[in-house]
């Protein structure tokens, strides 16, 4: 028999100064309750200021939304979800391909779709997740450009000189392109390349 879906309540606090859950939690509890979402389960972590460290509660409860476990989530206010708007927006995203609402109690959010704000809200969420995606893309780009104005050499490292050796004793014995590259197993661009870098020497 199928077990009951459960209302995710998470929350997420600093590790720095005296910052509890408890508030929040009693908050949310409150907010769960009035809604009549008496099945409820709570994530909790405590994180460094940094952010980045793993959130072992938030990653237990995204994989119960996976497993179909969850019904929806519920926090005390956005940032409390996500380490960066980037980060927030990947779980946005996931949970509303699978049918998950997201809850905000003090903030008033609500992506449920019986909601008649709910769709209005996701539909906000999402574009602001494309703008932050469009962004990081856009840095992402103009730092390569950057780097080769700057005449960086971007992608893996070249290897062809491991063959040079190789390449350049089958061409002396008089061996074509096509004929070295089946000998050393290598692509026939790549022998070329290495003859015509040896010859302009």
């Keep these: 028999m199928n077990k009951q879906k459960v209302t995710a309540i998470y929350a997420r ?17 409150q907010y769960c309750l009035a809604r009549g979402w008496e099945n409820v389960a709570v994530y909790s972590d405590r994180v460094s200021g940094s952010g980045k460290q793993r959130r072992p509660e938030l990653e ?17 206010k956005l940032d409390r979800i ?5 980060h927030l927006c990947l779980l946005v995203d996931e949970m509303s391909n699978l049918g998950i609402p997201l809850v905000c109690s003090s903030q008033g959010i609500s992506t449920e779709q019986n909601n008649p704000a709910g769709k209005l809200q996701l539909d ?52 074509g392109v096509r004929g070295i590259a089946r000998d050393l197993k290598m692509p026939p661009s ?5 003859v015509n870098n040896e010859e302009k020497k």
């Design 60 to 76: 237990k409860m995204v994989q119960d939304m996976r497993d179909g476990k969850i019904e929806r989530v519920v926090a005390y």
């Design 82 to 86: 996500g380490r960066s708007l980037t």
């Design 124 to 175: 906000v969420l999402k574009a602001v997740c494309e703008f932050e995606r469009n962004l990081i893309k856009d840095r992402v780009n103009a730092g390569l450009n950057a780097a080769r104005a700057r005449g960086v050499r971007l992608g893996r490292p070249t290897t062809l000189h491991e063959h040079r050796d190789e390449v350049m004793a089958l061409r002396k014995k008089g061996m």
């Design 13 to 29: 606090v600093s590790t720095k100064g005296k910052q509890t859950t408890d508030s929040q939690l009693h908050e949310v509890k």
């Design 190 to 194: 790549s022998v070329q390349k290495i």
